[in-house]
Each structure stands twice: as C-alpha cells, then as structure tokens.
C-alpha cells in the first residue's frame, strides 16, 4: 500500500472534527487531529449555517495536520450532514450563509407543494422520506420566497461538495448526499426534471453527480501556500455522513439492521435496489445512495438531538456530563412515560423539556419531573422506536433481521444500547463509535487503489476496532411497555 495516510473532516450538526486515519499491517488507526464546535447561526429569526467558519476550521485541521503531527496526507474528504446546500454566485462565490434544515420557513413547504404534486406521486419519483426540511422542499421555499442568495446563485452545491470546491475549486455532487434532497430518480445518477419543473427552478443550476470515491482534484496553490500542505486530491467520498458511517459497519450478509446513532438516529438496511412502493409511502422509510451501487433504506429518527437540547435548556443551572446524565436515569422511575422522539414539536421548540411535557399531557401521561425522569423517558423512547422502525422494515421484506448494529457515537452509550436490545428482542452490536470519519478514510483508501472494495473495508474494519454486543433481557416487560408506545406512535 503506497498511500496510507488519509485526513477526513466529519461534521455534524453540532461539532467537527479532523480525524487522521493511517493504515498499517491491515489495520487502521485513527488519531483526533482538531475538534470545533458547530452551532447554526440566528440572525433574524432564520438559521444558518457560517460555512466560512467551517471552512476556517478543516483549514485549520489540515494545518495541524502537517504542524503539530509531522504528517502531510494523501488525501483529504469532507462529509456532513445531508439535505443542506450553499449556492455559489456567477463569480464562484459563496451568495450567502446557506439556510439550517432546522429554519422555520419550511414549516408549511409539505402542504403547498402538494398543490402542485400529490404525495404519492412524490414518493414514488423519488423513494426519499417525506419531511420538511429535504432539499426540495428548501429549494421550494427559496423560489417562491426570492431569497436574495437564490436570485443570486448560479450554481448549487450540497454542504459538502461546497466545502471540497473552496479546498479545490471542483464543482460536482456527490451522489449519496444528493440523493437526500428527494431531487433525484431513485438509484440513478440522475436528477427528476419533472420536480424542477413543478417548482418552477432551472434545473442547471445543480452539477454534475459523481459516485462515492471520486477524485476530484487538488487542493488549490493558495490552499497549500496557507496550511503547508502538498498538492493532494481531495476526494469525493460518501459525503452524507450516514452513507460514510454504513460505509464502516462490521458485517456481512444480508441478515441484520444498524442504526447509525447521533444526533440523529439512522436506522435501516443495506439494499441492493430502492424500496419504493405505496405501502412503504406510508411507512415513510428514505432510499438513499451508498457505496458500490448499494441503497440505504432507512428511516431518520430524531436521536440525541432531544437530550442536547434538555442538556441545552438545563444548562443555565447545572451544567450535566453526559456520563452525569445516564446515572442520573438509571435511578429514575422506568416507563413513567414515552413520547414518539419523531412529533413534529421536538424539530426545534425553544424549550424541549417543556415540549416534552407538553407531549405527555397531549396523551394522557403523567409528566416527567426529575432531570433522570426526563432522560429516562428519552432512552425508553429511542429505544422503542427503533422496535418500531425494525418491525416496519421486517414487514417489506422477505428474509430475517438477526442483528442489529449500533454505530456513532450512540454506541459509547452502554444503557442506550441495552434499552435497544431489550426493545428489539435481539442481540446488538456497538461500535465503531468513529463509524463515520472511519467510512470516509476508507472510501479514500480505496480511492488511491489502497483497497479494493466495500467487503474489503468491512474487513478491515473488523480487524481494527472492538465492538460489544447486548443481549436482550427483561423482554416480557418491554413487550408490555411496547405495547403503550405503539399506540401512541400511531395515535400521535
């Protein structure tokens, strides 16, 4: 293996990070080269997300990189999270901040645009799970609002394709986040001109697409003269950071589930083809591009997103550890009650503690009242709803799920990953807990012809980094209790 040094930069909803990858003896090992925080900006009463700060901040990881840790990589390759996108004006400039998936001005988009396009025939263009904030619902809005930065934008670029072209001044997108932006035809490197047609946007605005491990060119001289770096390739990876995260997971076969757990959780399967059909419309389950033509079907789960913001909220008085806030839950009443994480109210409400009080009351419940009561219900309910989602995969499917696997940083949560073992009925497996910046290294890797493919990596993988599993315990209960959120997930 001649290139065995690759820098990712992963970033979340909340934090980055530049994580150096170095591959030897046929393991990979990784090193935290620089950590930032990640917070959309309010101004005016919209969200955004400072792309400029972001930028500053991979700069600043590449930089240390070279200085700090006396290695200059082969490559770099940026992820994010999906649907978010900047629009680029007729000079090649950034128009403007772009817009939070979390922004308020989306709240309505579902319904008026199925004035122009019912549901059904939406989905099954598309095959992409039907929410407020997908890139063409965004896109929507920008039209019909005249967003400055959309009468300026010449050209659109996804979160991360922007962040590769200010490193190299390619403009592509990459295919497994464009295809979060239910602008797409399902598994096909190709955009649904229809939809650019119902909303009225010229569809040559968006770039060419181009497949996971994509070399796209290096790093510009002013790049380089700036952070000390070499002319390196950045690459195209799977830029969604979900597709790099499955990119990682242990297995093989066909015969098991992950959930890919962080601020959201994605929870679904590895399929060789889009799951599209009317039956799985109502389910509303997403087909998003992976790696080597592979499709996730999956669900977003509203995740740890609803213990930040308690965290968040709590904060102005006591400011709790994570770790603080498991113990403080293990000594709270179990199953006092449930919320369906996925209520439209707990997307962004000002107070979620608050909203998930408000929940309760809206189904009959008594409120929690501790912190631990508060945290408690949060786990109880993640973990039921992943029984929920797997029971709505094992229903459009023809063979069994014997296993699922729990990656991200959800799987450092030990009592997180019992709960889901205990809801699911079958055993789990946690790790890696790096499962992104690992995908993403390792789709460069393969990119520079350091390994030869997905089963390759997976090995790799197994061969690197420890997992535990989680047997089911208490399963009598939880069936009961099981029972309770159902009602509510589809009352509510």
Same mark, same amino acid.
């Given at each position: ?12 909803? *909340? ?108 989905? $099954? ?90 070399? $796209? ?50 929870? %679904?399967?590895?399929?060789?083809? =889009? ?6 419309? &109502? ?19 509203? %995740? ?10 709590? *904060? ?30 707990? $997307? ?63 799987? &450092? ?18 790790? =890696? ?5 690992? %995908? ?8 520079? &012809? ?43």
């Amino acid at each position: 293996m001649n290139n065995n040094n690759f820098l990712a930069f992963d970033l979340g909803a *909340s934090s980055g990070r530049a994580i150096l990858g170095t591959i030897a003896n046929q393991q990979l090992k990784l090193t935290e080269v620089h950590r930032f925080e990640n917070r959309m900006v309010e101004i005016d009463h919209h969200f955004y997300w400072n792309i400029f700060s972001l930028f500053d901040e991979l700069k600043t990881g590449l930089k240390k990189c070279i200085r700090d840790f006396g290695i200059q990589p082969d490559s770099i390759a940026v992820d994010t999270w999906g649907v978010d996108f900047a629009f680029l004006d007729k000079d090649g400039m950034i128009a403007s901040l772009p817009f939070a998936y979390r922004d308020h001005r989306t709240d309505h988009a579902m319904e008026d645009f199925y004035k122009i396009m019912p549901k059904e025939q939406l989905y $099954l263009k598309t095959g992409i799970q039907l929410m407020q904030f997908n890139s063409l619902f965004q896109l929507f809005v920008h039209q019909q609002t005249k967003e400055a930065q959309y009468l300026d934008g010449k050209d659109l670029l996804f979160m991360p394709d922007a962040l590769s072209y200010l490193f190299c001044g390619i403009k592509k997108n990459e295919f497994s986040i464009a295809s979060t932006s239910q602008l797409l035809k399902p598994g096909h490197l190709t955009y649904e001109t229809s939809l650019f047609e119902a909303i009225g946007v010229d569809p040559s605005i968006m770039q060419e697409l181009v497949l996971p491990g994509t070399i $796209l060119g290096n790093i510009k001289p002013e790049v380089q003269k700036e952070t000390g770096s070499r002319a390196i390739p950045v690459i195209a990876v799977a830029s969604h950071d979900t597709a790099s995260a499955i990119v990682s997971v242990p297995a093989s076969g066909r015969n098991w589930a992950y959930i890919s757990s962080g601020t959201w959780s994605l929870m %679904g399967i590895e399929s060789e083809q =889009p799951l599209i059909s009317k039956e799985i419309l &109502n389910l509303n389950f997403t087909n998003e591009g992976g790696v080597e033509g592979t499709t996730r079907f999956l669900k977003n789960i509203m %995740g740890m997103w609803l213990l930040q913001e308690c965290r968040r909220v709590w *904060s102005a008085k006591i400011n709790y550890s994570w770790s603080e806030m498991v113990e403080l839950s293990k000594v709270a009443q179990p199953f006092k009650c449930l919320i369906d994480p996925d209520d439209p109210s707990f $997307l962004n409400p000002a107070d979620m503690p608050q909203a998930i009080i408000d929940f309760c009351i809206k189904t009959g419940q008594t409120p929690p009242e501790s912190h631990g009561e508060f945290i408690r219900c949060i786990f109880e309910s993640l973990a039921m709803k992943y029984r929920f989602t797997l029971d709505s995969i094992r229903s459009v499917i023809s063979y069994p799920i014997d296993m699922v696997h729990i990656i991200g940083g959800g799987a &450092n949560n030990e009592l997180l990953c019992q709960y889901s073992a205990n809801a699911l009925g079958i055993p789990v497996k946690a790790g =890696p807990t790096e499962a992104t910046a690992i %995908g993403n290294i390792l789709v460069q890797a393969k990119a520079l &012809n350091s390994l030869a493919s997905l089963a390759e990596i997976r090995k790799m993988v197994g061969n690197s980094f420890e997992t535990k599993t989680f047997l089911p315990e208490e399963t009598a209960l939880w069936e009961v209790e099981f029972e309770k959120f159902r009602k509510i997930a589809r009352e509510f």
